[in-house]
């Protein structure tokens, strides 16, 4: 009991480290901006050990970063396919929002909303208007989906684990690894980038 404590105060201890170390870092945003949208989902399925549930992470892109998120799901996934499509059913309803507020503010988006996932399975479903009796559990999930797909709202595209961005935000990632989505995703330290 001892060792997981002192082990857990040293993970503690790393985490505080990194936030005072990034406490200068920003979104850095440019004005060569478009109207396109999409959106990276993912899942880390049963990834907590007490109950088995999954983390469910989206970031959602313009061209710069508006909206990410990374949470617990509420309900235990049966397959990583299932918790990979509960993100991804997590994203479009963010999306759907953002898309929302933007014509409410008078913004028009001039082309359909990509979403990236990077599960085949979660990919294909979407896709796929015929519900299958072995993914009645995915129901809601899989019907608001479809229909945003069918009504030609959103578009979802399978994308590499090596180019999912969300990863950042569902499993811990080689040091490499997170600096580089940290890149693309245009957080910068301005003391670094000379901003």
Not at 108 to 119: A, E, H, Q, R, V
Not at 128 to 155: A, T
Not at 159 to 184: G, W
Request: hydrophobic share 40%.
């Amino acid at each position: 009991m001892h060792s997981s404590l002192n082990h857990h105060w040293s993970e503690v201890k790393r985490i505080l480290r990194y936030l005072r170390g990034t406490t200068d870092h920003r979104l850095f945003f440019n004005t060569q901006s478009s109207n396109q949208l999409s959106g990276y989902s993912d899942a880390a399925w049963a990834n907590f050990v007490t109950d088995r549930r999954s983390t469910t992470g989206y970031v959602y892109l313009g061209s710069h970063l508006i909206s990410w998120s990374s949470r617990k799901q509420r309900t235990v996934a049966r397959s990583s396919t299932e918790a990979e499509y509960k993100a991804l059913a997590t994203l479009a309803a963010e999306i759907i929002w953002i898309e929302s507020l933007l014509h409410e503010i008078g913004i028009s988006l001039p082309f359909l909303t990509k979403l990236w996932c990077d599960n085949l399975g979660a990919t294909y479903l979407s896709a796929n208007p015929v519900f299958h009796s072995r993914n009645k559990h995915m129901e809601i999930d899989f019907h608001f989906v479809c229909e945003r797909v069918v009504v030609g709202q959103l578009l979802v595209r399978y994308i590499s684990t090596e180019d999912q961005l969300a990863d950042l935000l569902t499993k811990p990632l080689p040091r490499q690894r997170f600096h580089h989505f940290k890149c693309k995703l245009k957080v910068i330290d301005p003391q670094l980038a000379g901003v």
